[in-house]
């Protein structure tokens, strides 16, 4: 199993900046790849960004050049920079890692970001 807590949401004005931080514990040498998905009200769940076990990155085009995803071994942590912040950036957002074993995709319990203009 794969337990993963989320923090460092909160509101901002537009323009602003905010880290999120996703701390994973349990069987972590399972883990393949890490990533965040937001989902904003009344929107299906969208995938932010990944890092993969070997460090390669993939952001959504919506966020490319603003944010950016990082991760720290040996805090077992990984890290989501978010620049130049918009209101349509307002969501819910969800850590998630895909391991090993199952239920091979594991989420976190999401931290809400909010973006005021």
């Known amino acids: 199993q794969v337990h993963l807590v989320e923090s460092g949401g909160g509101s901002v004005q537009a323009g602003g900046s905010l880290r999120l931080s996703c701390a994973a514990s349990?069987?972590?040498?399972?883990?393949?790849?890490m990533g965040w998905y937001r989902q904003a009200p009344g929107k299906q769940r969208e995938l932010v960004a990944l890092?993969?076990?070997?460090?390669?990155?993939n952001y959504a085009d919506s966020v490319k050049g603003r944010f950016t995803i990082s991760r720290d071994n040996t805090k077992n942590t990984m890290y989501l920079q978010l620049n130049s912040l918009k209101p349509d950036d307002t969501a819910a957002y969800y850590c998630?890692?895909?391991?090993?074993?199952?239920?091979?995709?594991?989420w976190g319990q999401g931290t809400q970001v909010t973006v005021s203009s």
């Open positions: 349990g069987s972590i040498s399972t883990i393949n790849a």
């Open positions: 998630y890692a895909e391991a090993q074993i199952a239920p091979y995709t594991y």
């Open positions: 890092i993969t076990r070997a460090g390669v990155t």
